[in-house]
């Protein structure tokens, strides 16, 4: 089956480096797979990914290096690195994670959400958005007003 994309889905998990995308994959897995680490550089360096069966489809989960960077050739070695996860696999879900400062999303993860969005083209109806490290008690209020938020990031009408 593995020469069949028929049944074959990708999950492609992008941010900024350091919001936590490692992590967020290994919790989807339900296990430890990939490196995480508190690190004031990047951790991941090379995609990586996890084949798992659903209901009788085959997902890969991606762990890819994030695209801007503070060094540039890590950047440059970076692009291939996520090209190579949407090449495997074409029908992907997206998911975009945004790192959060006292509940306002970071410009910097805007700012590479709108280059990868301008490189890849990301198609909004498989395009899942996520605002990692939430502290559990929040206004009840910042669920709504995240989302008007994130579909103004989008550039999008709803």
């Known amino acids: 089956m593995a020469g069949n994309n028929k049944n074959q889905f990708g999950l492609i998990i992008l941010g900024n480096s350091g919001v936590g995308i490692s992590f967020l994959a290994n919790i989807l897995l339900d296990r430890e797979i990939f490196k995480h680490e508190f690190s004031a550089r990047s951790v991941t360096h090379h995609t ?32 291939p690195e996520i090209d190579h996860a949407f090449t495997q696999r074409p029908s992907s879900l ?27 083209q990301l198609n909004i109806e498989s395009l899942l958005l996520v605002i990692n490290g939430l502290p559990a008690t929040r206004p009840k209020k910042y669920e709504g007003e995240s989302c008007v938020l994130e579909v103004s990031i989008k550039g999008r009408d709803f």
Request: net charge negative.
């Open 94 to 120: 997206i998911i975009y994670v945004f790192g959060q400062q006292n509940g306002r999303i970071r410009d910097e993860d805007v700012v590479a959400f709108n280059a990868i969005n301008a490189a890849y």
């Open 48 to 79: 990586e990914f996890q084949e798992i069966t659903f209901d009788d489809h085959h997902y890969t989960v991606f762990n890819i290096p994030s695209l801007i960077e503070a060094d540039q050739t890590r950047v440059d070695i970076n692009k």
